[in-house]
């Protein structure tokens, strides 16, 4: 199992920087790079720099959205990393945080014929296809990449309804699961049921999973993973919840309180249980062990942070330590 | 490399892979060109990435990225992309906005019809520069135009990247634009070039398909009033049945085409410069084909610099 990174395009340039120089040498798997709409920072101008700025570390966004960007531009972009990486490079693609599609006035219906969709004509694309589509969503008439894509990119499914995650089984080259730990173990198994309908070799496929982890240098620390939990509870769809176990009315104060105080009021609304059941924090060799554990149900690759701890630095530093003496 | 206060670019077309352009900017910057303009298009790789390559590899030529069209890219898309090129490589980028070509944004599924394009624009490069200056960071934003509402519209803009070559045609298109309010406004040209030391065939193929493809695209009030229109009729009949360029080319007159690309043996670009110059011409992007090759960006680095 691997560890990787995990930035977001509203993390401060100097922290992607601090990464990006250091990513190699701590022995990170990886970097994700997920794209907050509307953020500070454009991903694929981001993902450039670090591909630019790392040699071995694989890089990846997880994940962007075909809702927000035109589906040319995902796949010349995506060419243009993977060579700049030389094969490092993986794209994440998912409809996006409800929330921001909501401020955006789109929704996620029929995401499941999109994805597929979509996945299906950047393949296309990328073999140098002349291609013709008319869908809900978009158009393409007789485009083709003048461009040539010399380098295959990897599409990783960042997706959380059931339908959806047994898609990305059936078509994707990969999975971004996040969510609440009961949730993980049965995502994974609807995964590998695509995978199945579809004939496909599970060792040719790759799980990674991404859940708030923080390390906890004090007691007080502990607030950070609960705002994570918040974020998270928050955008959380009615499926992913049930699959969890978790009362919707659970979640009800939290995105009541979100709305009202923004995430530090809603952090003190999460219970206990709730903090346990969709984050994983403690001393570096605590997150690390549980992140480990996570390979019980399948997972091949986890991703560390953000928030990291109330020191960011230093948290990556011990949990690179921490990882390198577990395995 | 400067001559009566005009900066000299190269245009790249982003079709080839990221190794080539890199290669050709490095050329670039070696031989003393001021700027490169790396082009955006639905069918090429991804403009800001190819930059941030560019910029990783060279040290001190201003790298131009566009043209950008805010149909394509939402503007907070952009301004976080040249943002971060900044931050990571120091103040040597400008943006230039526009609508695009027509026909490329249709295969992409963008029907430049159904939306009031000029205002995309213009809304999109307000909202790019208040991004910039929230975070504190000043580049230019040119306006690349070609008809009359948009050379207006870039009043509004740092410069304007004019799609002209002849001096004819530039001037005209310099009256449209003029009054600005700015003294550091900058008009620019970006053409289809060839400029050559030895001629090559190839070359000169590829720049008669490049200027037609500019005059046929170019705006009809244009056409009708430099008295091309009549003379470019049928093949603009042809292209909307779906000929490709090259099969319309035999129907488009030599000397047409050449208003709209900068043609000519290295020992003729110093009064071509100096003309424009005169104008009030501050700014040269050489376009497809003087890029095609390090050979060709030479010839025109040694026309440069023999003036």
């Given at each position: 199992?691997?560890?990787?990174?995990?930035?977001?395009?509203?993390?401060?340039?100097?922290?992607?920087?601090?990464?990006?120089?250091?990513?190699?040498?701590?022995?990170?798997?990886?970097?994700?790079?997920?794209?907050?709409?509307?953020?500070?920072?454009?991903?694929?101008?981001?993902?450039?720099?670090?591909?630019?700025?790392?040699?071995?570390?694989?890089?990846?966004?997880?994940?962007?959205?075909?809702?927000?960007?035109?589906?040319?531009?995902?796949?010349?972009?995506?060419?243009?990393?993977?060579?700049?990486?030389?094969?490092?490079?993986?794209?994440?693609?998912?409809?996006?945080?409800?929330?921001?599609?909501?401020?955006?006035?789109?929704?996620?219906?029929?995401?499941?014929?999109?994805?597929?969709?979509?996945?299906?004509?950047?393949?296309?694309?990328?073999?140098?296809?002349?291609?013709?589509?008319?869908?809900?969503?978009?158009?393409?008439?007789?485009?083709?990449?003048?461009?040539?894509?010399?380098?295959?990119?990897?599409?990783?499914?960042?997706?959380?309804?059931?339908?959806?995650?047994?898609?990305?089984?059936?078509?994707?080259?990969?999975?971004?699961?996040?969510?609440?730990?009961?949730?993980?173990?049965?995502?994974?198994?609807?995964?590998?049921?695509?995978?199945?309908?579809?004939?496909?070799?599970?060792?040719?496929?790759?799980?990674?999973?991404?859940?708030?982890?923080?390390?906890?240098?004090?007691?007080?620390?502990?607030?950070?993973?609960?705002?994570?939990?918040?974020?998270?509870?928050?955008?959380?769809?009615?499926?992913?919840?049930?699959?969890?176990?978790?009362?919707?009315?659970?979640?009800?104060?939290?995105?009541?309180?979100?709305?009202?105080?923004?995430?530090?009021?809603?952090?003190?609304?999460?219970?206990?249980?709730?903090?346990?059941?969709?984050?994983?924090?403690?001393?570096?060799?605590?997150?690390?062990?549980?992140?480990?554990?996570?390979?019980?149900?399948?997972?091949?690759?986890?991703?560390?942070?953000?928030?990291?701890?109330?020191?960011?630095?230093?948290?990556?530093?011990?949990?690179?330590?921490?990882?390198?003496?577990?395995? | 490399m400067e001559k009566a206060?005009i900066?000299f670019?190269?245009?790249?077309?982003?079709?080839?892979?990221?190794?080539?352009?890199?290669?050709?900017?490095?050329?670039?910057?070696?031989?003393?060109?001021?700027?490169?303009?790396?082009?955006?298009?639905?069918?090429?790789?991804?403009?800001?990435?190819?930059?941030?390559?560019?910029?990783?590899?060279?040290?001190?030529?201003?790298?131009?990225?566009?043209?950008?069209?805010?149909?394509?890219?939402?503007?907070?898309?952009?301004?976080?992309?040249?943002?971060?090129?900044?931050?990571?490589?120091?103040?040597?980028?400008?943006?230039?906005?526009?609508?695009?070509?027509?026909?490329?944004?249709?295969?992409?599924?963008?029907?430049?019809?159904?939306?009031?394009?000029?205002?995309?624009?213009?809304?999109?490069?307000?909202?790019?520069?208040?991004?910039?200056?929230?975070?504190?960071?000043?580049?230019?934003?040119?306006?690349?135009?070609?008809?009359?509402?948009?050379?207006?519209?870039?009043?509004?803009?740092?410069?304007?990247?004019?799609?002209?070559?002849?001096p004819?045609?530039?001037?005209?298109?310099?009256?449209?634009?003029?009054?600005?309010?700015?003294?550091?406004?900058?008009?620019?040209?970006?053409?289809?070039?060839?400029v050559?030391g030895?001629?090559?065939?190839?070359?000169?193929?590829?720049?008669?398909?490049?200027?037609?493809?500019?005059?046929?695209?170019?705006?009809?009030?244009?056409?009708?009033?430099?008295?091309?229109?009549?003379?470019?009729?049928?093949?603009?009949?042809?292209?909307?049945?779906?000929?490709?360029?090259?099969?319309?080319?035999?129907?488009?007159?030599?000397?047409?085409?050449?208003?709209?690309?900068i043609?000519t043996p290295s020992s003729r670009l110093g009064s071509y410069i100096t003309e424009l110059g005169d104008?009030?011409v501050?700014?040269i992007?050489f376009?497809?084909?003087?890029?095609?090759?390090?050979?060709?960006?030479?010839?025109l680095a040694s026309a440069l610099s023999n003036q």
């Open positions: 199992m691997n560890l990787s990174l995990g930035l977001t395009t509203s993390s401060p340039f100097e922290r992607i920087k601090w990464i990006t120089e250091r990513a190699d040498d701590l022995g990170f798997y990886g970097i994700w790079i997920g794209e907050d709409i509307g953020s500070l920072q454009e991903v694929f101008t981001a993902t450039s720099l670090i591909l630019l700025g790392t040699r071995r570390v694989k890089v990846g966004i997880g994940v962007t959205s075909p809702l927000v960007r035109n589906i040319t531009t995902i796949a010349r972009a995506a060419a243009t990393l993977s060579e700049m990486g030389r094969g490092r490079f993986r794209l994440g693609l998912g409809i996006g945080g409800l929330q921001s599609l909501f401020e955006l006035g789109l929704d996620a219906v029929r995401s499941n014929a999109l994805m597929r969709d979509v996945a299906t004509l950047l393949r296309r694309i990328w073999r140098g296809e002349t291609v013709t589509f008319a869908g809900d969503r978009f158009r393409l008439s007789n485009y083709y990449a003048r461009y040539k894509a010399g380098f295959a990119t990897p599409i990783y499914f960042g997706v959380r309804g059931p339908k959806l995650l047994a898609l990305a089984g059936e078509i994707g080259d990969g999975v971004i699961l996040s969510g609440p730990k009961r949730y993980i173990e049965k995502a994974v198994a609807i995964v590998d049921q695509g995978l199945r309908k579809r004939r496909r070799r599970r060792a040719s496929f790759r799980f990674v999973v991404w859940v708030p982890t923080v390390v906890v240098a004090k007691k007080s620390d502990v607030n950070l993973a609960k705002e994570a939990v918040a974020t998270v509870l928050a955008d959380t769809p009615k499926a992913v919840l049930e699959m969890a176990g978790i009362a919707r009315e659970r979640v009800k104060p939290i995105r009541a309180m979100m709305a009202e105080k923004g995430v530090k009021g809603a952090a003190c609304t999460v219970a206990e249980d709730l903090l346990r059941e969709v984050a994983i924090y403690g001393s570096p060799e605590e997150v690390s062990l549980e992140l480990r554990s996570l390979e019980e149900y399948g997972i091949d690759e986890a991703i560390f942070g953000p928030p990291y701890g109330r020191k960011p630095l230093k948290a990556i530093g011990g949990m690179a330590q921490a990882w390198k003496r577990l395995i | 206060n900066d670019a190269v245009g790249l077309n982003a079709y080839e892979t990221v190794k080539e352009i890199v290669g050709k900017c490095v050329e670039a910057e070696r031989l003393g060109l001021d700027y490169v303009w790396i082009g955006d298009s639905p069918a090429h790789l991804y403009c800001l990435s190819v930059a941030a390559a560019v910029a990783s590899r060279t040290r001190k030529i201003r790298i131009g990225l566009g043209l950008l069209s805010p149909l394509l890219h939402a503007a907070d898309q952009m301004s976080g992309g040249i943002i971060s090129l900044i931050e990571a490589y120091g103040d040597r980028f400008e943006i230039c906005l526009g609508v695009g070509d027509r026909s490329q944004l249709l295969r992409a599924g963008v029907d430049t019809k159904l939306t009031k394009v000029w205002d995309h624009v213009l809304k999109a490069k307000r909202r790019i520069a208040r991004s910039l200056r929230a975070s504190g960071v000043a580049t230019e934003i040119w306006l690349g135009a070609q008809g009359p509402r948009m050379l207006a519209a870039s009043r509004s803009f740092d410069g304007v990247l004019m799609n002209y070559a002849s004819r045609m530039i001037k005209w298109a310099i009256d449209r634009v003029k009054p600005v309010a700015r003294q550091d406004f900058e008009f620019g040209i970006y053409a289809p070039s060839y050559y030895r001629w090559r065939p190839q070359a000169y193929r590829l720049l008669r398909i490049a200027s037609a493809v500019v005059a046929l695209g170019a705006p009809a009030t244009v056409l009708n009033k430099f008295g091309f229109r009549k003379r470019l009729h049928g093949a603009i009949e042809e292209l909307k049945a779906g000929l490709r360029i090259e099969s319309v080319l035999r129907h488009v007159p030599a000397e047409v085409v050449d208003n709209f690309s043609y104008l009030g501050t700014h992007v376009g497809f084909p003087q890029n095609l090759s390090k050979i060709t960006i030479r010839d």
